[in-house]
């Protein structure tokens, strides 16, 4: 079984920055891709941002690219979400997810391939 932990939200004023981070525990040692996804109040969960296992690979909802960079750090088995000009429509809970496993340029934007999430972590952008 694999846990993720998501952590680094909070709140920000419009412009500001955050970090998020995702650690994984558990059955870890496989190649997988990792994605971000967001719900903000009342409205369905979105895809945010995804990374294949080799870190080569990413892509990004077009309200984000150009603000938000994902990367990944296997041997910490961690994946982070850095968050640049930060919007109050940026506002909702995060959440992680990883995917089972997969190639090394595997990499996924639907939340079906995803099999483990995390609990999400909390994200205001103040205007």
């Known amino acids: 079984q694999v846990q993720l932990v998501e952590s680094g939200g909070g709140l920000v004023q419009a412009g500001g920055s955050l970090r998020l981070s995702c650690a994984a525990s558990g059955e870890i040692y496989s190649s997988n891709a990792m994605g971000w996804f967001r719900q903000a109040p009342g409205k369905e969960r979105e895809f945010v941002a995804a990374?294949?296992?080799?870190?080569?690979?990413?892509d990004y909802r077009d309200s984000v690219e150009g603000r938000f960079t994902i990367s990944r750090d296997n041997a910490k088995a961690t994946v982070y979400l850095q968050m640049n000009s930060l919007k109050p429509e940026d506002t909702a809970v995060y959440y992680c997810?990883?995917?089972?496993?997969?190639?090394?340029?595997?990499?996924?934007?639907?939340?079906?391939?995803?099999?483990?999430w995390g609990q999400g972590t909390q994200v205001t952008v103040s205007s």
């Open positions: 997810a990883r995917t089972a496993q997969s190639t090394w340029s595997y990499i996924a934007q639907s939340e079906a391939p995803y099999l483990y």
């Open positions: 990374i294949s296992y080799s870190g080569a690979i990413t």
